[in-house]
């Protein structure tokens, strides 16, 4: 399973590599020192190292992996506490240009912190910090205090092997005046010598920037991170936190300014902290290929940083540069052979490049790893589908099914029902449809009358399933399930625009107005017919801001093809296939389509070779417009490349799978002359 997040009704992803490095064999910096004390773990960490026993037994990284937590303030002045987060956040960044070790950045380790079980934000690493760090595999830990005795700061820093509980490393340093950023970076280089700079000298600037980082609500945060950029507006890291919150509020100009004003005054910054302002600045621009440069050098940066890498290779998988992408995962891995999305991403990109070999093998070195996770088993499925093996393909998501009857609810029985169906076996297939129904009913989902309405319309009974969806809407709506009736509509609107009844959509679209999402692109698509140019007008009055752009092609490139307007639906189809997730199952279809009614038979049976994954939250409102077109295209591609055979065998699915009712295009006539023809 990867991620993704199309526009649906319902919810029931090369640069050169690196040398890796390893620590011990060098025998650099602190972590070469033998160990000469032992710490005690409280119970809980010993349950933790319990369970993710078998992970770090597996495989070992490639590097150490530093988790640098909290530091205790042993004063007597409370003002003083923000300098333990202080502490961590310079280490964390100093230390990210050493090769022989990763420090996991403190934003991690708090969100798997919170994830373990809410603590307050400013308790000590000590006490707050270890299951965390351990979770995410840390291969040591840093545990810190320090005092402040007549304006001078006093540092301590315990190095502790999680595995052994010894202390390999004790550090100490001091700092007249309580200069934290001098005492942080003395630090930082007796831990390894290759560590950088900070983003700022001013200790204003960093003492607003953690008050930022730990504020209690975004207004707070966002004033802190400003005075931040007041006191050194070349702080990159207050300006990307201050750009972050613009963002969450909707203003995408305001981000974008903060960062490049901040790139701007960043000219005596770490490499590394450049190179991320400018990933932020690429990301929000949405441009590709300066945010693969800008990627690139935040990995020549911090050459131990697995995850950077393992970004880089979803960013390369999702150009569809599937030897690069493969090629970043396989560089993730030698930083850290843990790393299951590297192993999960990687098995999909080598299974688009057509080698199931590797993404079988990646997918089991998954499984070994997270033997009780069903997620490697339902990826296996993906892969042998996606290489042309469908009963092999059930067979995992049927495996997937009864391992975990909860994962991703139930729904790897309707992937194995897709999946079958694509095969012929319609009676097959209603069975394991209909397990997946029963589930949904023993967890008392009201939807379940309508996922069997729409198995039987996406399964070649059309009208029963319309009539079946028209009843349900019917009883519902006047009930408690006024939601459901509104879905039904609009899924009944969709349908009949398809059938060719304008009318009837209008009449079901109304009925769903106001409630759910599809109705106003139900009733958007059943507006009159027009041109290319009113229907641009439209979609951009019923999506106008630039974050609606999705949703805006979305509706436009639907209109468009109900209008039969091939030539001006292919650029909109082109520019949406481009910014998909490669796993989408009805984009390279509807493009596909676009290609052969303008005459570009090639570019098509590209995008017509692999067998589209099923999604696991059901059918969806338009998933009779790429279901079982998928066959008849495949047909007609054939018959371009003179394989009658192929073609025949296609064009007999789809009118199996069409069934009673044909939709307004006339594929089923044209399937059933071809046929005759030959």
């Not at 070349?234 to 300014?257: S, T």
């Amino acid at each position: 399973m990867t991620d993704e997040s199309p526009l649906r009704t319902r919810n029931p992803g090369v640069c050169p590599t690196l040398p890796s490095r390893n620590l011990q064999a060098r025998g650099a910096g602190v972590f070469a020192c033998q160990p000469v004390a032992r710490l005690a773990f409280p119970l809980a960490l010993v349950v933790v190292l319990a369970q993710i026993s078998c992970t770090r037994q597996a495989a070992v990284p490639a590097v150490q992996r530093l988790a640098v937590l909290r530091f205790e303030n042993l004063s007597s002045e409370p003002a003083a506490d923000w300098v333990g987060r202080a502490f961590e956040e310079i280490l964390d960044a100093e230390l990210a240009g050493a090769p022989e070790l990763y420090a996991i950045p403190s934003s991690r380790l708090l969100a798997m912190d919170r994830a373990l079980g809410a603590r307050p934000v400013a308790a000590p690493g000590i006490s707050a910090g270890q299951a965390a760090a351990l979770s995410l595999g840390a291969t040591r830990i840093g545990y810190g205090d320090y005092v402040i005795r007549n304006g001078r700061l006093e540092v301590r820093l315990s190095l502790a092997d999680p595995r052994t509980g010894r202390i390999v490393a004790g550090l100490t340093t001091e700092a007249d005046g309580g200069d934290v950023l001098t005492a942080a970076s003395a630090l930082a280089r007796q831990i390894s010598p290759r560590a950088s700079g900070y983003a700022t000298h001013n200790q204003a600037a960093l003492h607003a920037y953690i008050d930022a980082l730990e504020a209690a609500g975004p207004a707070e945060a966002a004033s802190r991170a400003e005075a931040a950029l007041e006191a050194d507006p070349g702080f990159g890291p207050a300006a990307r936190l201050l750009a972050g919150l613009k963002v969450e509020h909707g203003d995408r100009a305001g981000a974008l300014d903060c960062l490049n004003r901040a790139l701007a005054r960043a000219t005596e910054t770490p490499a590394s902290e450049q190179a991320r302002l400018r990933l932020e600045i690429a990301t929000l621009e949405n441009q590709s290929a300066a945010r693969q440069e800008a990627l690139a050098a935040v990995a020549a940066a911090e050459p131990a940083n697995a995850e950077v890498w393992l970004e880089l290779g979803n960013l390369a998988f999702a150009r569809r540069d599937y030897g690069a992408a493969q090629a970043a995962f396989r560089k993730a891995l030698d930083l850290d052979p843990t790393q299951v999305a590297a192993l999960n991403q990687g098995a999909y990109a080598a299974a688009f490049g057509g080698h199931l070999d590797d993404a079988v093998a990646a997918l089991r070195r998954y499984q070994a790893l997270r033997p009780s996770d069903p997620n490697p088993l339902d990826s296996l499925g993906d892969v042998q589908l996606l290489t042309g093996h469908p009963r092999q393909a059930e067979a995992f998501y049927v495996q997937v099914a009864k391992k975990d009857p909860h994962f991703q609810n139930g729904g790897d029985w309707l992937k194995a029902a897709l999946v079958r169906l694509m095969t012929g076996d319609r009676a097959g297939a209603d069975g394991l449809s209909e397990t997946y129904i029963q589930v949904r009913f023993a967890a008392q989902d009201p939807a379940a009358d309508l996922y069997r309405a729409q198995w039987r319309f996406l399964s070649g009974r059309r009208r029963e399933g319309y009539r079946d969806l028209e009843a349900l809407a019917r009883r519902e709506g006047n009930g408690a399930a006024r939601a459901l009736a509104a879905e039904a509509h609009a899924q009944l609107a969709i349908w009949s625009l398809y059938m060719g009844d304008r009318g009837a959509a209008r009449t079901h679209a109304q009925a769903a107005l106001g409630t759910v999402q599809a109705a106003a692109l139900a009733a958007f698509l059943a507006e009159p017919p027009a041109s290319p140019a009113e229907w641009s007008v439209r979609a951009e009055k019923l999506a106008p801001g630039p974050e609606q752009v999705g949703r805006r092609d979305f509706v436009l490139r639907q209109a468009l093809l109900l209008g039969k307007q091939f030539d001006a639906a292919l650029p909109v189809l082109r520019r949406a296939y481009e910014n998909a997730a490669p796993t989408d199952a009805e984009l390279p279809v509807l493009l596909a389509w676009a290609y052969l009614e303008t005459g570009q038979a090639a570019s098509a049976a590209t995008l017509l070779d692999r067998n589209p994954i099923p999604q696991p939250g059901g059918i969806d409102a338009f998933s009779a417009c790429w279901f079982p077109r998928l066959f008849f295209l495949r047909g007609r591609a054939a018959e371009k490349q003179g394989r009658p055979d192929a073609a025949r065998a296609n064009y007999k699915l789809f009118l199996e799978l069409s069934g009673d009712a044909p939709f307004q295009w006339g594929e089923e006539e044209s399937a059933k002359a071809s046929l005759a023809s030959k």
